[in-house]
Structure formats: C-alpha cells, structure tokens
C-alpha cells in the first residue's frame, strides 16, 4: 500500500475548488485522480549527452522511479545543468564551471519550491553538481536524498592503470621532450578514459560524492559504487524507497544534519586525502544549513587526523581499490569514535554508531591503512597564511614532493593562466621559480578557474619538483605538485597578490603553514597606492552577474 500522509506541500495546489485548473493540468500529463494523493517526489537529474560522469543517470533515475512507485509515491523527473571540468579545461568555457554550482541549487529550487514537491531525490556525478544538489537539500529543507553516479572503471595501456584524463595531460610534456611517441600518446588519449562515470580518482567529483555519506544524504557505501555495477540500480532503487520514508516521517536534512555532521564529514575527507576544492565546496553546503565552517577548521581537523587511503592523483591506487577496500564505511570504521562523533545519523535515521557496527573494516590494509599505520599523521589540506594571503590560501600537501614543502624563490607574474602555460612550454621558466598567476579569482576570472593546465605542464615539462604555483585561482582534485590557490584576498579585490613584482622573494613553508613575500607594509602601501584595477575580462551577461554577486573564497564562493 506504501506511505501514508495525510497532509502534503503538493497539496497546495491540487486540493479544493480554487486548484480545478492545476489539477485538469495535472491529468493532461496522465497521472489519475488517486495519484493526486500520493506525495509528488521530484526526481533531479543533470544527465545530459556532453558528460562521461553523467551519461548513466537516466537508467538511475528509472531505477529511484521503480523505488519511489513501490512505496506508494509519485514521481517527476526534471533536469538541471551539469558541466564536465575535464572537457572545460584550459579555455574560456572553465570559467562557468564554478558559477554552475550556484545556478544548479537555483534550478533545483525554483522547481521544488515552484510546484510543491514533497520529497527530491538528486542524481549527479561531478565536482560542481553534486555540491550544488547538497546545497539545495540544505536550502529547502524537504526530505531528500542524493544518489552520486559512481566513478568510471579504471583503464590500461600496456600494462599502466590509469586514473583518468590528467595523466594525459602531463603526458603532453613528455611527448613534446621527445620522451614518448605520438603513437603512444595517441593510443593513450584513446585508453584513458575507457567508459562512463566520473574520473577514477580522488579528485573533487569523488571526494564529494564520498563525502554525501558522512553528511547523511547519501545511502552508507553509495559513494564508491562504480557507475557501471549493478549495484549502483540497487543503492538507486534503495533511495527511491527510503525517500518515501523519509517523506511519511517528514524527516528533512536540518533535522539531523548538524555542525557535527559537517566535522565528520571533514574529518572522512582528510582521511581520504579530498580535493582541494572542499575549500569552496564545504563552507558553501555548510551555510545552505545555516552552519559556519572556518578556514581555521580545515587546519584543526586536518593536523589531527590521520591520513588512511592514498588514491590517485597522490598515490598509486584507484577508487575501484578503495571500493573493493570497503569504501567509505571502511574508513569511518577505522577512524572510529577516536576520530568521529558516531551519534551523528546516516540518511537512513540511524546512527553511525549502528551502521559501523556492522562494518568488519578495512578488506585491504595497503589500500585503507589501519590506524596503526597510517599513511601520514596528518591529512593533506592545509589552509596557509601571512603577508601574500593574509586571509587565507589552500594547498594539498600530500600531492607535493616533501622537498618541496620548503621553498623560496623569486616571483614569475603573470596575470592569466595562459600566459604562464606558454612561458612554460616556451622554456622560459628557470627551476626555482614561483609562477604567480593572478585575476582568476571569482571575480577576477570571472569564475575562478582551475588552473589545470598550468599545473600539468609544469608537471609535463619536469618542473613540477623544482618550481612552485600561487594563485588566487583554484586547482583540479587531480592537480599535483606546490600548488597553493585560493589566495584571498584576490587580485580584483586589490589583494596583496595584485601587488607582486616579477623578482619578489616567496617563500612557502608548509610545515609552519606560511606563505609570505619579501615586500614589507610600506612598500606594499605604496604599490597599492599606485594600483590601477586591470580591465577585467568580459565573458557575458551570466558572468558579469556573478562577478558583481559573488561571495568570499573562504565562505564558499557563493552568491550574495
């Protein structure tokens, strides 16, 4: 019979004489007079045909559909945007990747609130999506679930399992030093990317579909599930059903979702080695709830947990041996309460406490580390500080060469990414240089680009241990090397970084977390008053908008 409510939002607009008109519309789509009753689900989904992360998600939404019919609900399915960062790298369309984010939780609240919805479940993949989906469950407060499509099966060339389309990238340089054939990176290109999901690597698309676990709105072991698995039908299926209760309980995700929920889901990312883009993507889910999450929150909760699952682009294994490790439970089990508040509750109303309980833990010691032996004290993410970020800047340490943890050098500016990739691949960078990239913040960009392309060919070109990156910018979840982004303020807002002269002594530290320049505050006083704002690049109407509404770096990057 399924779930019984007697009182729904959707109601609204199909009860009583003054909604004839709604309802003689609502039979035009073929729906009957008892389906009326039955509370209306909107299924969310941002597949379309241009996105490798996102091309299975119809067959998951026929699969939530199956779920929510059996117990006794209604569903729509309706679509929104999904941009894919792999194929907007290193040109103009990169910078309406983060902008998406704000316009995707717009989309998804113009219709839930516009036609009543009672319940949504979410279907997404990829970096932008899936944060933007988490931000509009916070926002509307409805039950709600998201179902993440799953990373796509690792492929091979000749033997070498690849992680996804970085490793192609960086190969350019090899190929241009004559290292490689075009041949070979011909057959690579081709051999990379072997099918659909989201890259297999713990980039941000999968760092953040993990990550809906913790949070409590995504099933317990969803996050790993491989896109092309039967498994992922089930978990698809399972979520159509546990939406129907959540709706009868009319349990919605502000009722479980606390700051503590936020600190676990830190704590797991940390454990993982999660992209640097959680910077942006956590303060911006978390202030959907209401709740505020500091930059000093990401140093406290990184300098004291371990270290546990090293997946590419930092280490050797894939997100098909963290799944077949046990997947994000596995992990969480062996934090444990040492680490993690397990009275928090799953989307499933139980507590952690409950779910682990169940969990044996890690099946592989080499792919999730045991407690014991972790793969470092410390987790990755460091947030730096001083006279070059006085508010912040974002680093991903476990991605960089130890040796390059200390550095100085002399400044090499530039005031786009375009720039400094031809100063690259022309030789005109020397070892020892810091490569300063500017005007890609939010506003600068407009849309703070990920600056990719940068990082891999300094990785592709041999620099990538000798020469280090700042930006105002922010990097892909698969960017290696020092590269420290998200300098704020940014170079639009006159921020320090818009004042570095090519030859400024750098000087990064990441042990004592410090980024600082050779330029004391008179000499910055005078510079700044000498300061011209540089014309900003035009990319149209939606751009402008964002450049004019955007927020802080530090608190999410979203629109005020």
């Known amino acids: 019979m ?62 939530v559909k199956q779920g929510v019919l059996a117990e006794g609900g209604q569903p729509f399915e309706m679509n929104t945007i999904s941009l894919c960062d792999g194929i907007t790298q290193g040109h103009k369309g990169m910078c309406f990747v983060l902008p998406s984010r704000d316009l995707i939780a717009d989309t998804i609240e113009v219709m839930v609130q516009g036609q009543r919805l009672d ?47 970085w490793e192609v990238r960086e190969a350019a340089g090899k190929l241009s030093r004559g290292e490689i054939t075009a041949e070979d990176y011909d057959n690579m290109e081709k051999s990379v990317c072997g099918g659909i999901g989201s890259c297999p690597m713990m980039g941000t698309a999968n760092t953040m579909s993990c990550l809906m676990e913790p949070l409590g709105l995504a099933l317990p072991g969803c996050g790993t599930v491989h896109a092309t698995q039967a498994d992922k ?6 979520s159509g059903k546990l939406l129907m209760r959540l709706v009868e309980e009319n349990r919605r995700p502000r009722d479980y979702i606390t700051k503590e929920s936020f600190y676990n889901m830190m704590r797991v990312s940390a454990a993982i080695g999660g992209s640097t883009n959680t910077f942006l993507h ?24 371990p270290y546990l699952a090293c997946i590419k682009p930092s280490g050797t294994h894939t997100l098909w041996d963290l799944h077949q490790a046990g997947g994000i439970p596995a992990v969480m089990k062996e934090l444990g309460e040492q680490y993690l508040d397990l009275s928090q509750k799953a989307v499933n109303g139980k507590s952690w406490g409950e779910i682990l309980s169940a969990y044996s833990g890690s099946h592989n010691t080499e792919v999730i580390h045991t407690l014991k032996n972790p793969v470092a004290a410390q987790s990755g993410l460091a947030v730096l500080r001083g006279n070059l970020a006085p508010v912040g800047a974002g680093v991903k340490k476990t991605a960089c060469d130890k040796k390059m943890w200390i550095h100085s050098g002399p400044a090499r500016v530039f005031d786009s990414e375009i720039e400094a990739v031809e100063a690259v691949m022309n030789g005109k960078i020397q070892k020892g240089d810091v490569l300063v990239i500017r005007y890609e913040g939010p506003k600068g960009g407009p849309g ?56 400024d002594m750098i000087h990064i530290n990441l042990y004592e977390k410090s980024l600082t320049i050779d330029v004391d505050d008179e000499e910055f006083t005078r510079r700044r008053a000498a300061w011209k704002p540089k014309e900003l690049k035009a990319h149209g109407y939606y751009l402008e908008r964002y450049r004019k509404l955007v927020g802080s770096v530090w608190a999410g990057a979203v629109l005020q």
């Open 233 to 238: 039908l089930r978990y698809a299926r399972n």
């Open 282 to 305: 956590i303060p911006a889910i978390a202030g959907s709830f209401g709740i505020g999450i500091e930059p000093e929150d990401f140093n406290r909760i990184g300098d004291t947990t």
């Open 119 to 165: 319940g949504m479940v979410m279907l997404a993949s990829c970096d932008k999506i899936v944060p933007a989906m988490a931000m509009a469950a916070g926002r509307l407060n409805i039950p709600a679930i998201i179902v993440t499509g799953g990373p796509m099966m690792p492929s091979y060339y000749k033997g070498r399992e690849f992680g996804g389309a």
């Open 448 to 503: 703070m680009r990920e600056m990719q392309s940068a990082t891999t060919a300094l990785m592709g070109y041999g620099l990538g241990e000798s020469c280090a990156l700042v930006t105002d910018g922010r990097f892909s979840g698969a960017s290696r090397g020092p590269c420290i982004g998200y300098v704020a303020p940014e170079a639009a807002d006159c921020g320090p970084i818009a004042l570095v002269k090519d030859g």
């Open 2 to 63: 399924g779930v019984q409510v007697k009182k729904l939002r959707s109601h609204e607009m199909t009860e009583g004489l003054v909604n004839a008109g709604n309802r003689t519309l609502m039979y035009a789509l073929g729906i009957d007079k008892e389906d009326m009753n039955k509370p209306f689900i909107g299924i969310i989904n941002s597949w379309n045909e241009f996105h490798p992360g996102h091309k299975n998600l119809r067959e998951l939404a026929e699969a």
